[in-house]
């Protein structure tokens, strides 16, 4: 029985961490937005990425990922291709998704999906208004975004300028930890997202370039593709 | 379902077969592969897109010794890995921080299409039905491949193997997903028949 209490308070301990945790806050700053973290994009930009895959525990092998995003329109153009360069997945969503490209198993409208709402979650502030800004437990800013259909996202950022993103659901379960590591000016020099659906999966993200991007980035990339 | 057409054996494949090319027929194309032993290159492989503002560039090593061995390998901006040896395909990819063999369906996809690659490097290089092959010779000897039928819809429109008319070494191969979508490779260092160790084909 000794052996098993460790077990039953780790298993205790990671549930609760998949909870919407408490956010202590002070009367005057629970709504404070200029306490708020922002480590999103503030301009149009092309980011180019490795990405480490893992699906459901096992290496999904590695890919690169190619993302302009324009915070000013919420507007996402982004790829997917092999490292031989071959192109698996293409889309892009201003007010509406449109699919360029997907090959299996690539092919799917959740995926799709999936796909442009993390990347939004990972490059665009929330979209929600702010129900509550304070310290966490472990004594890191954050704060909290209600969005319409009542999931709630945490942008948390520590001592060490390193920045969690975090998605809850309806029902208070974490859906998405997105963990960002700065270095060399960027914010998005690794991106690590762990994905909690039906099938897990994670992918690590290193930046192999980023640049900025003049000129209306929805018009350039929707003419780019007819 | 689409089946992931893996670009890198049919890079080797174009390599292997375009070397000896020192005639204007595919005949004679196939004759001469059968002097081809060994090969090793480098290789600048540069990916163009629209959504990219400059062509995104990899760069790599590769080897090969008959009858069926071959590393294809890029060494920046990712590490991967694909290994042929004795019948056997591996893929490895860089994951936390090691080389990892990749599972998933696209190193299955390399293996189905193991015997294709078998095909060509007998010196079928005009005879794969998949395929119409067209031989041109300029300046340059150019080899154009293009998809017959619906094979390689949305996936593959065309490749084409530049050869050196001189030295008859591999110069480039462009391959064309769509008008908006290529992909060009450069060889350097070419060595044809040189010694390689049958280590390289096994040991990542």
């Known amino acids: 029985m000794k052996k098993l209490i460790p077990l039953l308070l780790a298993a205790l301990l990671t549930v609760s961490c998949l909870r919407l945790p408490e956010i202590i806050s002070s009367s005057q700053s629970a709504k404070n937005t200029a306490v708020c973290p922002a480590p999103f994009t503030k301009e149009k930009y092309r980011f180019v990425h490795a990405i480490e895959a893992s699906i459901a525990g096992e290496a999904g092998g590695a890919l690169i990922g190619v993302t302009i995003v324009d915070p000013t329109l919420r507007f996402v153009s982004c790829a997917i291709m092999t490292v031989e360069g071959l192109v698996l997945f293409q889309a892009e969503s201003g007010k509406s998704l449109r699919v360029i490209k997907a090959l299996h198993p690539f092919d799917s409208e959740e995926f799709a999906v999936n796909l442009i709402a993390d990347i939004k979650l990972i490059f665009f502030a929330p979209a929600g208004e702010l129900e509550k800004a304070g310290k966490t437990e472990a004594g890191a800013t954050v704060c909290r975004y209600r969005q319409q259909d009542g999931r709630r996202v945490d942008v948390i950022s520590d001592s060490r300028g390193n920045s969690e993103i975090n998605l809850y659901s309806s029902w208070k379960n974490l859906k998405r930890r997105i963990l960002l590591t700065p270095s060399g000016g960027s914010s998005y020099q690794r991106i690590e997202l762990q994905a909690r659906e039906t099938v897990n999966y994670s992918l690590i993200m290193t930046l192999i370039e980023a640049q900025p991007i003049e000129g209306d980035t929805a018009q350039d990339e929707s003419k780019s593709q007819e | ?204």
């Open chain 2, 1 to 204: 379902m689409k089946k992931i057409f893996p670009f890198g054996l049919l890079l080797i494949l174009m390599l292997l077969m375009s070397s000896p090319a020192a005639a204007d027929d595919f005949a004679r194309l196939r004759d001469e592969s059968a002097n081809i032993k060994t090969i090793r290159a480098r290789f600048i492989q540069k990916k163009f897109m629209k959504i990219l503002s400059r062509p995104l560039v990899s760069d790599g090593k590769f080897y090969y010794a008959a009858p069926a061995s071959f590393r294809w390998e890029y060494v920046a901006p990712v590490k991967s890995i694909a290994l042929a040896y004795k019948g056997e395909v591996k893929k490895y990819s860089q994951s936390g921080g090691k080389m990892v063999e990749d599972q998933t369906g696209g190193a299955r996809a390399m293996k189905i299409v193991l015997n294709d690659v078998l095909a060509w490097m007998s010196g079928h290089f005009d005879q794969n039905p998949a395929f119409a092959a067209t031989l041109r010779e300029g300046t340059y000897t150019e080899i154009t491949l293009k998809p017959v039928g619906d094979n390689f819809a949305g996936l593959l429109e065309k490749i084409e193997i530049i050869v050196a008319r001189k030295d008859r070494t591999i110069k480039s191969i462009k391959i064309t997903e769509n008008k908006n979508d290529y992909t060009l490779i450069e060889f350097k260092d070419v060595e044809v028949n040189q010694p390689v160790s049958d280590s390289v084909f096994q040991v990542i």
